[in-house]
Every structure is written in C-alpha cells, then in structure tokens.
C-alpha cells in the first residue's frame, strides 16, 4: 500500500500541468538574454540521445530565458518537464523555433498550443537546414576553397572558414530575434523567405559548380583527322569551337550517372 503511494506520488510529479499558476503575461526577454541564449544554442547536440535526441540541449538554451518569464516555481517546473520531450531539429535554424516559443511562453499562451508548434517546426526546418546548408552553402565554400587550396593559396581554408561562418552565425542571431519578434506570424513569412533564398542559391551553386567543372576537370580526346594535307584537332578545333569545355561537361555528367546507378568508384 505504502509503495503505490510512493509510485502515485512520483507520477504526479512527472505529469505536465496544461494549466498556469500564474497566467498574468509579461515581456521580460531583452536583446541581451537572446543573444545569451543563442550562444547556448551551441550545445544543441552535446547531451544527444537515441529517446529523447536533442532534448537536453534545447532546454539548457531555453532556460535563461523560462526564468525570467516564469517566477512561478510551479510553472517554470512544468515548462522544462515540457520541453524535455522528444526534439529533433536542424541545429543552425534551432534558435528561429527558440524565438517563437520564447514569445509564446512569455504571452502565457496554452501548453498544448505551445506543444504543438514546436512539433510542427521541427521537421520541416530540419529539411530546410540541410537544404541550404549542407547540400548549398557548404559546397559552394568548400569547392571555391578547396580551387584556392589546391593552387597553395593558404586563403582557401581561411576563405571557407570565415564565409561559412558568417553565414551560420547570423542566421542563428537574426532568426533568434526575428522569431521572438513577429512570434507565430513569423512561420508565414519564414516561408515566402526559404522559397525565394533557395532558388538563389541554387543559382549560385549551379554556377560554382560549372565553373568548377570547366577549370579542373581535364579530359582529352586525341583525335586528329586530316583535311587535305592539313590536320584537324577534333576537340579543339571543332568541338571547343562549339562550345569550350564541352567534353569535361560530359564526362563529369557521365560520372554522376554512374554513382546515381550506384557505381562507386572504389569498386
């Protein structure tokens, strides 16, 4: 008997209230506190876990802020029991979903309100991350420094460094107080926004990679036929002339449907 109560009581305890104590709202947060936090933010993955994946790392960003906004023991309790639930999301957007329920908590809005954008967030900015990323913004630094590098030009990890960089960080400050900011509103025009900046970078992307294509990837054809008594480079007489580079284009696009078949080069 003893231990069931022992057990209802732990139960409880563990239970997330959908209720405020104190339901008065206030703007608490500064300028100064988001900054804190999104410095915070970079620890997103230190505590990373198969249950609860990056769960601890968001709530340890969160919390400068959930004090402030909660002076109440018993709702600032049931605030971090909450967002220690399950949470997965792209670690360089993580602080536009910090800023949005930042503004949420701070106007005292429902739990399962709160809960629900959080959810809703965190799987389409994951795709959005690596999109603009890892599959544009890391490529394009990467193949321009690693051109510079392979010339012995020191500026090429320099270059990628403080380019990537840049980039990352004032996407984490600005989203941190946009989000804050425009609260909930902001999910409509963070849309409108990735639309229009990933076009762009794929645009800048595609124009690295040729580029890239045209000064590094080397392909000669050795092939000369005589016209009369005078001979005719194929490649660089008649199909450059077309169009410079042309061969090296189709070899790399040659090369990108064998790996798509699944042809490895080390095989």
């Known amino acids: ?5 022992k057990t209802e009581t732990v139960d409880n305890k563990n239970v997330i209230s959908e209720t405020y104590e104190n ?38 960003g969160l919390i400068p802020g959930l004090k402030k906004i909660h002076k109440n023991t018993h709702d600032l309790s049931n ?37 629900g954008i959080k959810v809703a967030l965190m799987g389409p900015l994951g795709g959005i991350g690596d999109a603009l990323f890892y599959l544009t913004l890391l490529p394009i630094t990467g193949g321009i420094a690693a051109s510079l ?38 999910i409509s025009s963070l849309k409108e926004g990735t639309q229009k900046i990933s076009r762009a970078a794929s645009i ?3 124009m690295v990679v040729g580029a890239l294509i045209a000064s590094y990837v080397d392909f000669n054809l050795d092939w000369t036929l005589q016209a009369g ?11 450059d002339a077309i169009m410079p580079g042309l061969l090296p284009l189709l070899f790399t696009f040659f090369c990108y449907w064998l790996l798509k078949k699944g042809v490895l080069p080390w095989y």
């Open 79 to 115: 605030s971090l029991k909450e967002h220690m639930q399950f949470f997965n999301t792209h670690p360089f957007l993580v602080t536009f979903i910090q800023g949005i329920i930042l503004s949420m908590e701070e106007n005292k809005e429902e739990r399962e309100t709160i809960r």
């Open 204 to 206: 800048v992307g595609l």
């Open 149 to 186: 590098s392979s010339q012995g030009n020191i500026t090429g990890p320099i270059l990628f460094l403080v380019v990537f960089n840049v980039v990352h960080f004032g996407a984490r400050f600005f989203l941190m107080h946009f989000g804050h900011r425009i609260g909930t509103d902001a």
């Open 229 to 239: 008594e005078i001979p005719v480079d194929i490649q660089e007489e008649v199909l």
């Open 1 to 5: 008997m003893e231990s069931n109560k």
């Open 23 to 60: 339901p008065e709202s206030e703007k608490v947060i500064t300028r100064k506190d988001l900054n804190k936090m999104v410095w915070k933010s970079l620890m997103l993955q230190a505590s990373f876990n198969y249950e609860r994946m990056q769960a601890g790392g968001w709530v340890y």
